[in-house]
């Protein structure tokens, strides 16, 4: 059983920061992949960061890199997602996801567990 929760969203203005938290409860560690997902209202879900938990490597959506950073702490039970340079077009509810794969991948299709989400906003 694998348990994901979010926490940190909020508001802020454009330019700010904010920085995302997900707990990951799981009965024993496993090194697939993690990622962070958005979905804006009559969007569509979309990855923006991804995370390969055995070796740290990171993957970042083209929207968000330079601005957005996803990283594990030594215990890999957290993964967060800090995001600096706030847009507008930032604002949709956040999720925190768990691959059962071993590869890369920004598609919801491959994520098989799923964080409650946490929302953030940006006002210009």
């Known amino acids: 059983q694998v348990q994901l929760v979010e926490s940190g969203g909020g508001s802020v203005q454009a330019g700010g920061s904010l920085r995302l938290s997900c707990t990951v409860s799981e009965y024993t560690y496993s090194p697939y992949y993690m990622a962070w997902f958005r979905q804006a209202p009559g969007k569509e879900r979309e990855g923006v960061a991804v995370i390969n938990r055995g070796s740290g490597s990171t993957y970042y959506a083209d929207s968000v890199k330079g601005r957005f950073t996803i990283s594990q702490d030594n215990t890999k039970k957290t993964v967060a997602l800090q995001m600096n340079n706030l847009k507008p077009e930032d604002t949709a509810m956040y999720y925190c996801?768990?691959?059962?794969?071993?590869?890369?991948?920004?598609?919801?299709?491959?994520?098989?567990?799923w964080g409650q989400g946490t929302q953030v906003t940006v006002s210009s």
């Open positions: 996801a768990r691959s059962t794969y071993l590869y890369r991948s920004f598609s919801p299709r491959d994520y098989t567990y």
